[in-house]
């Protein structure tokens, strides 16, 4: 009976809001590249329903957006890792109230020149080799004869996320074991189709990113199987590895959205829209939730629109 008193309510806020007219509103997102790709989906099949909201998309790293995001810039930060406590101490320090979502889920791949057939799997500590800095008391791999003998005496040419990426962050954490801790010697950018590019051009490359942009460029590239640790199964960032876990390098994916924005109907529809079509999210080339990981994330949003 109350799931039928639920739905009639949705149905009444429905047929009331298509007497007032077409939605109209203004929804500011940023942050990560990574989750740009889905949100982008997203907005353009969210436009469809509603083309009177204007949604801006921006593309600053998720660290760059919650930079944004916690001065009140924006409505929704689209986040590769969760937000870390001096960004969410700034929130508090602006009065800015937000909710976590997660979206859905992704590994990043660790990427190589297609004639590169050497290095085809990599443990964790072979990716520590080439990617920690060096110090007195490590040396890293200068070229892949460093990290395997028998490898080609070749520079490896390193192409990555820069430092206000969330992949960036990620990423340095599960291989060198520190947030940030990498060796500064690679090209860096936060335009993951760059990186794409640089290595398709470099035989002796290799550099790491979201899967959706190995899902989209595999025709110039191939992606690494990564094992944790020497003696462990070695596995491709496939949706199955990803969701077992089996992939070294799996993650999940988030929105930060500010609460005090879900006041607007354009912006409560839109995150709405957004945890309802995880269809979209394998459109983008990631990985969706489960159904149950979905519904737990739309109990979240239904829970903080409860008084509204």
């Given amino acids: 009976m109350r799931r039928i008193l639920t739905l009639l309510a949705l149905l009444g806020l429905a047929g009331r809001a298509g007497a007032a007219g077409p939605m109209t509103g203004e929804v500011k997102i940023d942050g990560s590249s990574t989750v740009y790709l889905i949100t982008e989906v997203m907005a353009t099949h969210f436009k469809n329903l509603h083309p009177d909201v204007n949604l801006t998309i921006g593309v600053s790293g998720t660290g760059g957006g919650f930079k944004k995001f916690a001065a009140g810039e924006t409505d929704i ?84 996320p820069g430092p206000d990426s969330g992949t960036f962050d990620f990423f340095t954490e599960a291989v060198n074991g520190k947030e940030k801790l990498i060796r500064t010697d690679y090209t860096a950018s936060e335009d993951d189709n760059n990186l794409v590019q640089g290595i398709a051009r470099n035989k002796y490359a290799l550099g790491f990113f979201g899967v959706a942009y190995y899902e989209a460029n595999k025709k110039s590239l191939s992606a690494v199987a990564l094992a944790a640790s020497p003696g462990e199964a070695y596995a491709l960032p496939e949706a199955r590895n990803v969701l077992a876990r089996r992939y070294p390098l799996s993650r999940p994916l988030y929105l930060y959205v500010r609460t005090a924005a879900l006041d607007r109907p354009a912006v409560r529809e839109f995150v709405g829209f957004y945890l309802r079509r995880s269809d979209l999210v394998r459109e983008a080339r990631y990985i969706p939730m489960t159904a149950l990981q979905q519904r737990k994330e739309q109990l979240k949003l239904e829970r903080a629109l409860g008084g509204q």
């Fill in 77 to 160: 930060n689209d986040a590769s890792r969760p937000i870390r406590p001096a960004e969410a101490q700034q929130c508090k320090a602006h009065g800015i109230d937000y909710l976590e979502l997660q979206v859905g889920w992704d590994g990043i791949a660790v990427v190589i020149h297609p004639q590169n057939d050497w290095a085809r799997t990599l443990t964790l500590e072979q990716l520590r080799k080439i990617w920690h800095p060096n110090t007195e008391s490590f040396k890293n791999a200068r070229s892949w004869s460093d990290v395997e003998p028998g490898w080609p005496r070749e520079e490896i040419r390193l192409y990555g």
